[in-house]
């Protein structure tokens, strides 16, 4: 096993084929209580885009997380054929561990074809290379990191850079607006599959995005003061990219209430092309508060 982050991705998203439309992927022993959801999200796109003729990219999914998964156990996907058209493929992909169905994702793919253009322009922010990356930023305000957390800096596949300086305090946090911008890149090469560029994105789109929600409420990297989950994610992919390159990452929550949170994300490259957008609710269930 390769100590390569990027690598790692890569062989994390190459599935086993065990039968026509069934594909079983590793799931990590990790320190966490739950399989990280982008994981679960990037292997399903997978499984289905390998079942497509590989000439139509990915232009939306929509996926359910509807149970946690237990890391160290492989997940099997079962990929359901549900239209092959002139224009569109539509894939149903059920993720299975132990048994039970944890996850399940529907994907469209399109044939690229002419069309008129607009979008909306990126935002101005500082370069990636002028900002710190996050495992930086947080030996500045922490000193040393604790043991998991040095664990998930040397295991981390994407470095991660934070448009605005981390709010670590209450008096920081107080009229902050639920919003937040990230560059992301790889940490190395991820090959030249544009599914696996897709299926990495996919993967890198869900460690931020519900970032928008807590940040009006307390430190992104203090003690969380929530039980945290992801819900459902939907995305939509506009043009080509690669995932190995510098991405911005713009991010907002315009609500939060009955213990949900709904998040916003557009993705653009350097040069101010929108390459993705995403949407994502989240469950935020506050711990109990002790007896006194």
Not at 32 to 41: D, E, I, K, M, P
Not at 77 to 85: C, L, M, N, T, W
Not at 141 to 149: D, F, N, S, V
Not at 214 to 222: A, N, S
Request: net charge negative.
């Amino acid at each position: 096993m390769t100590d390569n982050p990027a690598d790692r991705l890569v062989g994390l998203l190459d599935l086993e084929r065990i039968e026509e439309n069934i594909f079983r992927g590793r799931s990590p022993q990790e320190s966490l209580q739950r399989v990280f959801g982008g994981q679960v999200a990037g292997q399903a796109l997978v499984a289905a885009g390998r079942t497509t003729d590989g000439e139509r990219p990915v232009h939306s999914l929509h996926a359910y997380f509807l149970r946690p998964g237990i890391p160290g156990v492989p997940i099997v996907y079962q990929v359901e054929r549900v239209r092959d058209g002139r224009s569109f493929t539509t894939r149903r992909v059920v993720a299975v561990q132990q048994g039970r169905t944890i996850f399940n994702l529907t994907a469209s793919f399109h044939r690229p074809e002419p069309g008129f253009e607009h979008q909306t322009p990126m935002p101005e922010v500082p370069e990636p290379e002028s900002l710190p990356r996050l495992a930086d930023e947080m030996r500045t305000q922490l000193g040393e990191l604790p043991q998991a957390m040095q664990r998930m800096e040397r295991r981390q596949a994407f470095d991660i850079r934070y448009v605005e300086r981390l709010r670590w305090t209450p008096e920081e946090l107080k009229d902050a607006e639920p919003r937040s911008a990230v560059w992301m890149r790889a940490t190395g090469p991820l090959g030249d599959d544009p599914l696996v560029h897709t299926c990495a994105l996919t993967y890198a789109s869900d460690m931020t995005l519900l970032d928008a929600v807590r940040i009006p409420v307390e430190p992104l990297w203090g003690p969380r003061g929530f039980d945290m989950a992801s819900l459902d994610h939907a995305m939509w992919f506009h043009r080509p990219f690669r995932a190995d390159e510098w991405f911005l990452y713009q991010q907002e929550s315009p609500i939060a209430t009955g213990g949900r949170g709904l998040a916003r994300g557009l993705i653009f490259d350097r040069a101010g092309r929108l390459l993705v957008s995403v949407v994502q609710e989240g469950l935020f269930r506050p711990h109990p508060t002790p007896p006194a």
